[in-house]
């Protein structure tokens, strides 16, 4: 990987981790410290995971 890879990798987890955080937010009925912590984890998760399928089907 060299830098420009390495910065749109890092710019598509970002992407995904807020697209993922924000619909977290909205279908929670009650925004406490626990369900931040916890939507922040889950959406990271799924934006790595979102991130390696991207790399897996496109053969990046």
Do not use: K, P, Q, Y
């Amino acid at each position: 990987m060299n830098r420009r890879t390495t910065l749109l990798g890092a710019g598509e987890i970002l992407a995904w981790w807020a697209a993922l955080a924000l619909l977290w937010l909205v279908f929670i009925s009650a925004v406490n410290t626990l369900e931040l912590v916890v939507g922040a984890s889950a959406a990271l998760v799924g934006a790595f995971a979102a991130w390696g399928t991207h790399l897996a089907v496109s053969g990046w």
